[in-house]
């Protein structure tokens, strides 16, 4: 008996340190410090934010000018810290979501916030500096997340403009508008973020409802392509909607949103937990842009925090 009694506590020590020295090469960003970089000339938040090639597009967005929103595209230039004009997004909205495409970015989705119209599909070819808009090519969803997965665009909720939230998931061609249902929700929701995590759709926060009383959401779930099930993750600590994610090391940061003061929260697969961010200087915001520079980096840009931000700030990890 005293035998069995020290195999099984070797085993179990054995365990505790393997998810220690997991959990301890998983936290690296939490040694993370925060910097200033160049800020946008333009002030703005609900932009789209994608990186083609070596720089960083900042895509129209909302602002306080007298309309609301902006059609100004501006590039950040990471070895520099520099950000550069690009042409004006020829018809702009609010909302906007973007996606990397054929090696062309593409604006989604969006929508025209005095009318409600969306906007058709848009996409930009850095080589010549050149917008196309594709009229006949319109997402009619607002407020959905897209994301892209082995090269396909994946749409998933948002809401109608008759108000109904939706808990589909789809392909989506941006150049055809041509759709294909992949899978639905086990609930409608929009104003959620989503991302490709250890080759499965996770999608995080939103809202279940477009009106009313609209209560940002914590909830997690996560989709198997192989199996074509859902299943339940563990839940952000802090209720979330408007945030912005980005996946880095097979982790998955979750920033901005909600009503509460944490930046953000990070999504560690292997413990199926999250941990909070470390604070910035400026601290949680609504609708900022968040985009990877590395295996150990990531930079956030604009936002809403009382007005509308220009401020850019990243954050760098020891790697490991």
Known sequence: MKKYSNRLYTV???????????????TAWAEGDWEKKASMSHARYGQGVERLGNLIYSVGGEDDSERGYTATV???????????????????GVHLKTAVYHELLYVIAGYEPLTGTPIPVQYYDPGKDQWTILPDVVLDIYEPAVTVWKGQVLISGGYHNSGVTLDTV??????????????????????????????????????????????????????????????????MATPRMHAASVVIGGQWFVLGGGRQEVLGDVYVPEVNGWSPVPASELGNR??????????????????????????VESITWPAR
Request: charged content about 15%.
């Open 12 to 26: 179990l020590l054995l365990l505790i340190l393997q998810f220690a020295t997991v959990f301890s090469t998983s």
């Open 74 to 92: 501006e590039a950040y230039d990471p070895a520099s810290n520099q950000w550069l004009k690009k042409a004006d997004l020829p018809q702009p």
């Open 170 to 235: 789809f392909t989506f061609d941006p150049g055809t508008g041509k759709r294909e249902k992949v899978a639905a929700m086990p609930a409608p929701r929009f104003g959620h973020t989503a991302a490709i995590v250890n080759d499965r759709l996770m999608i995080a926060g939103g809202a279940p409802n477009a009106y009313g009383a609209v209560r940002p959401m914590s909830s997690v779930i996560s989709y198997d392509f192989t199996a074509q099930t859902w299943s339940t993750s563990a839940s």
């Open 286 to 311: 609504n609708q900022p842009g968040v985009i990877s520079l590395g295996e150990s980096s990531l930079v956030l840009i604009g936002g809403y925090r009382d007005v509308p931000l220009s401020a």
